[in-house]
Nanobody
Framework: QVQLVESGGGLVQAGGSLRLSCAAS????????MGWYRQAPGKQRELVAT???????NYADSVKGRFTISRDNAKNTVYLQMNSLKPEDTAVYYC????????????????WGQGTQVTVSS
């Protein structure tokens, strides 16, 4: 009933930039918070950044000052602007929507996107 679709991943050289987008679709009434997580090979999935409907943000220490998360509540879309990318940023990035309510789903529930690959070459 609810689907998160990510876009914007790809291959970029170190120091470059990418902008990830994630749109939640479905009969959604509200989303409490959205965010980005990432998982590199052999590592656990980790938080990258989150943002609430009120605009409060939270960043992993490793991306502070380089990444910026933003949200368009009207479009149920979250963005991640990634600047000064480093090879260690290479991972599959997953979009998350937390506290989702909607028609026929009740809730709140959490949803995950399928992931988008970000590869940063040295």
């Amino acid at each position: 009933q609810v689907q998160l679709v990510e876009s914007g991943g790809g291959l970029v050289q170190a120091g470059g930039s990418l902008r990830l987008s994630c749109a939640a679709s479905g009969r959604i009434f509200s989303i409490n918070a959205m965010g980005w997580y990432r998982q590199a090979p052999g590592k656990q999935r980790e938080l990258v950044a989150t943002i609430t409907g009120g605009g409060s943000t939270n960043y992993a220490d490793s991306v502070k000052g380089r990444f910026t998360i933003s949200r368009d509540n009207a479009k149920n879309t979250v963005y991640l602007q990634m600047n000064s990318l480093k090879p260690e940023d290479t991972a599959v990035y997953y979009c998350n929507a937390a506290g989702v309510t909607g028609r026929n789903i009740g809730g709140p529930y959490d949803y995950w996107g399928q992931g988008t690959q970000v590869t940063v070459s040295s």
